[in-house]
């Protein structure tokens, strides 16, 4: 992962694809401060998983997709060590 941080704030980040072969894409994270609630609200709301949540180098994350199937992720960032 590639962080972009704005006056000490992390604001967008970039990865390369997870599979060779895979076309380059856009994806959009929304910052929560609790991935696991935010995924329990949002699934209650009528989101599906697509990816439980996960432990990873930026933080902990998960995507969905809204009832309507739109895609998303969201990512509740580790703490700056």
């Known amino acids: 992962y590639t962080v972009f941080t704005l006056g000490g704030d992390q ?3 970039a990865m ?3 599979m060779e072969g895979m ?3 856009w994806g959009v994270y929304f910052h929560v401060d609790d991935c ?3 995924v329990a609200k949002a ?3 009528g989101a599906s998983v697509l990816m439980e949540p996960t432990d990873g180098p930026p933080g ?3 995507s969905l997709s809204d009832p309507q199937g739109a895609a ?4 509740q960032p580790a703490e700056a060590g």
Do not use: E, Q, W
């Open 23 to 25: 076309p380059a894409m």
């Open 72 to 75: 998303f992720s969201v990512i």
């Open 16 to 18: 390369a694809p997870p």
């Open 60 to 62: 902990r994350m998960a």
């Open 11 to 13: 604001v967008a980040g």
């Open 43 to 45: 699934t209650a709301a």
């Open 36 to 38: 696991d609630g935010t």
